[in-house]
């Protein structure tokens, strides 16, 4: 177990481990669904963050989680990030044999995260409790999401292994909807939001590659527009190291620096992937630069493709110099911001 010092605690308020209630914000909301394969790399925490606060914003409805990186503590560092933001109703889901990265996240920052104690020898950060074994399949929880929202309403983001969403294309009529897999994303789904892709160069980009199958089905076979948010991104958008050093001294333990000072040796500028994938969800291309409409395809290999075409319904995005600057701008506004539960 790892103790937070006790002068870290002084002058924080029980709310601070405890959550709070939901904001419930105001205007027109995005309907997200949010596919991660957290545990593995630090941004997809990042990610996580900036959907809480696009909620707090009254910017999205987050609909739900599905995992797809196994491991108990996955799930259960994603209820604490929720429960310290006070959204604490969000739906969950995993992928089970799911193919991909069978790496242990408990070692990693999630189980360091949740491993964490007060003085007292109880857990830092409070949780709804989740039930990591009986989280239902994570295409039954699209299905049932899915059918209950307005056609053509939903964002999916996805900024991990695409197991969940190949395994949704295949999915029979249900309870949830008389419609396939295949048909009910068709009537449903707005936008695949997707970390994935590397345009550059012939490697392989890590979330394509780990399970390749998968990622080859959704590029062939997804029927709605696709943003190929790519690897290159991250490259050039970095979460600076100062920032975690100094800008979240208003609140003794946050789950997201928690884990970011755990996952590296500090002081480090992590790229950031994944919150490109959520940010662009959001904000669209006002951020970002986009391609022409095309077609993107997976090579047995991994290799990723685009190939221009007028009636395309792929892009993959890009950044400027002054893009990518303003964009670590915007995300260190966004990440460092109190929950809107902590003014209550």
């Excluded at 696009?54 to 739900?64: H, K, Q, T």
């Excluded at 310290?84 to 044999?97: E, K, L, Q, S, V």
């Excluded at 527009?225 to 790519?230: D, F, M, Q, V």
């Excluded at 500028?269 to 919150?275: A, E, G, I, Q």
Aim: aromatic letters at 10%.
């Amino acid at each position: 177990m790892n103790h937070i010092k006790p002068f870290l605690l002084i002058c924080l308020c029980a709310l601070t481990f405890a959550g709070c209630g939901r904001n419930t914000g105001a205007g027109q909301r995005i309907n997200v669904i949010f596919d991660t394969d957290i545990g593995n790399d630090i941004d997809d925490a990042e990610a996580l963050a900036l959907l809480n606060r696009y909620i707090d914003e009254g910017r999205i409805n987050l609909l739900g989680i599905c995992l797809n990186k196994e491991g108990e503590k996955t799930a259960r560092y994603v209820d604490i990030m929720n429960t310290f933001y006070g959204h604490t109703d969000i739906p969950m889901a995993r992928a089970r044999n799911n193919g991909g990265d069978g790496e242990d996240p408990a070692d990693r920052y999630t189980g360091k995260v949740c491993d964490l104690t007060k003085e007292d020898g109880s857990p830092l950060f409070a949780t709804t409790g989740v039930d990591y074994e009986n989280l239902p399949d994570g295409e039954i929880l699209y299905r049932k999401l899915l059918a209950a929202q307005p056609d053509n309403s939903v964002t999916i983001i996805s900024v991990g292994f695409l197991t969940n969403l190949a395994r949704l294309l295949d999915t029979p009529a249900d309870e949830y909807s008389p419609l396939t897999g295949k048909e009910l994303v068709e009537k449903k789904v707005k936008l695949l939001s997707i970390m994935a892709g590397r345009f550059i160069d012939e490697v392989p980009e890590y979330n394509v590659v780990i399970n390749i199958p998968p990622a080859k089905k959704i590029f062939e076979e997804w029927p709605t527009r696709i943003a190929s948010l790519p690897w290159e991104l991250g490259e050039v958008v970095r979460y600076p190291a100062a920032s975690i050093e100094k800008d979240y001294s208003w609140v003794a333990a946050h789950p997201f620096k928690e884990a970011y000072v755990r996952y590296g040796d500090m002081p480090y500028d992590n790229w950031m992937f994944d919150p490109t994938a959520v940010i662009y969800a959001v904000e669209g291309e006002n951020l970002f630069t986009s391609s022409e409409p095309g077609t993107i395809s997976v090579d047995d290999e991994g290799v990723t493709r685009f190939i221009p075409s007028p009636d395309g319904k792929h892009v993959h995005i890009s950044l400027t110099p002054e893009q990518a600057r303003a964009l670590i701008d915007y995300s260190v506004r966004k990440l460092t911001a109190k929950p809107a539960c902590f003014s209550e």
